[in-house]
């Protein structure tokens, strides 16, 4: 019971932050968003891969679990086919509410 409190709260915890990330981001963002897109698809097929994210997530030395990344990634991966596809990207970075947190 306990990991599945510390799971539960962990994956809380990143919603919290993401849905503070979409709420900066504005209309006008879609040029930064498409160069953090580009900046995430490291060999620039299209489509982020989980390989991708986690090379530049150690490459930035930001410390984060295999479980942790998962969650993140499938966050994005609306349509679950392993890709992020840049139409997956944005509706991951847009506000789903206009409430303030």
């Known amino acids: 019971m306990d990991a599945f409190k510390r799971t539960f709260n962990t994956i809380m915890k990143n919603e919290i932050e993401l849905e503070k990330l979409r709420a900066q981001l504005s ?11 580009k900046v995430l698809d490291r060999n620039q097929d299209g489509q982020i ?5 986690e090379e530049l997530f150690r490459e930035s030395r930001v410390s984060a679990s295999h479980k942790e990344l998962a969650s993140l990634f499938s966050k994005f991966d609306r349509d679950q086919d392993g890709k992020i596809s840049y139409s997956d990207f944005i509706q991951g970075t847009v506000p789903k509410s206009s409430r303030k947190l």
């Open 27 to 37: 209309p006008q963002d879609l040029t930064s968003s498409i160069d953090a897109f």
């Open 49 to 53: 891969t989980f390989d991708e994210m």
